[in-house]
């Protein structure tokens, strides 16, 4: 047997804890950033308050969704709403993983769509730029360019809480089985996306790409997204979802604004990959490990070895 074959199960998972999980799934974001920010803290202190000891939002939560409004509400990382989450992480007493805002990055004047977390204090602990800018054309149904006004961040993040590791990613991100491959072979128990799929692809991937990604990887996966309001620009699908490591819907919800909660057990992502070892069946003699070309930093992020 190839020697690269077998990889030491200390490796598969970091140190870990069952916790509960709420994703809220926003409603009634509209123009006017300060009540979206309001009404944002008042669920997150809900979650709180119905025991979630990690709540995550959706994709922008702070402001439409839509190419033309990201340079409207695009702020730096010490504005508004960063300023809202790490109170209300703080408040609240829970970890925090703040759906994404369009940021503004004050040295290149670069607009990226962001994720921030937070810890029980209101430290921020991580920062991701969504990786895959959602760039479509479906004739006749949909027709969405991001890379018009974002650009695309160019790290993987890895949130490290007292509960173990979350890797995390942001819509369309979640398309791209790597980002959760390398998450899991990292130590990670659940891939967390806040996203915002649309009437055409959400009932057709929403809840297929949470599958598959908890089936590949053998961890929860969870995507979070904003409620529908069929008088914006953007329809999002709704229905944010709790996957568990056997693929099995464990969380989810309509399109209508509501809070889902999952208890995340780390016994059932090792149970999981002890049952089915495809940890210890990998054929790294005829493939690659993605993960062994990225590099993991101090501050929770990954990038590609030089």
């Known amino acids: 047997m190839p020697p690269n074959l077998l990889k030491s199960m200390s490796h598969i998972l970091s140190p870990a804890s069952p916790f509960k999980l ?14 979206n920010l309001v009404h944002t803290h008042k669920k997150i202190l809900e979650a709180a308050s119905n025991g979630a000891q990690v709540v995550v939002l959706p994709e922008c939560f702070n402001s439409p969704y839509g190419t033309n409004f990201f340079p409207q ?34 040295s290149s004047g670069n607009i990226y769509n962001t994720l921030t977390a937070y ?38 993040t890895c949130v490290d809480t007292k509960y173990g590791k979350i890797g ?5 991100d979640m398309r791209f089985p790597e980002m959760a491959t390398i998450a899991a072979r990292k130590g990670c128990l659940a891939m967390i996306y806040p996203g915002a799929f649309n009437l055409t692809t959400g009932p057709l991937h929403w809840e297929l790409l949470q599958r598959a990604r908890a089936v ?5 996966v969870a995507a979070c997204s904003p409620a529908r309001d ?7 699908w709704g229905h944010s979802t709790v996957v568990d490591p056997k693929g099995v819907v464990v969380a989810t919800t309509e ?21 089915i070892p495809l940890y210890n069946q990998r054929r790294f003699d005829i493939y690659d490990d993605v993960s062994d070309s990225v590099q993991e930093h101090a501050d929770g992020t990954s990038t590609k070895k030089k």
């Open 22 to 35: 709420a994703l809220i799934q926003l409603g009634n974001v509209g123009a006017d950033k300060a009540k």
């Open 73 to 106: 509400y695009a702020e730096p990382l010490n504005g508004e709403s960063v300023a809202m989450l790490s109170a209300a992480a703080k408040e609240a007493n829970v970890y925090l993983i703040g759906g994404s805002i369009p940021e503004k990055e004050e």
């Open 119 to 156: 810890d029980p204090t209101g430290k921020m602990i991580a920062k991701h730029r969504k990786v895959h800018l959602f760039d479509i054309d479906v004739p006749g149904k949909i027709r969405f360019k991001e890379s018009d006004t974002l650009t695309a961040g160019d790290w993987l």
């Open 168 to 172: 995390v990613g942001i819509c369309y």
């Open 216 to 220: 590949d990887n053998q961890m929860y």
């Open 230 to 236: 069929l008088s914006a620009d953007y329809h999002a």
């Open 255 to 275: 399109e209508k604004e509501d809070i889902v909660y999952a208890d995340i057990d780390p016994e059932q992502v090792k149970e999981v990959r002890t049952n």
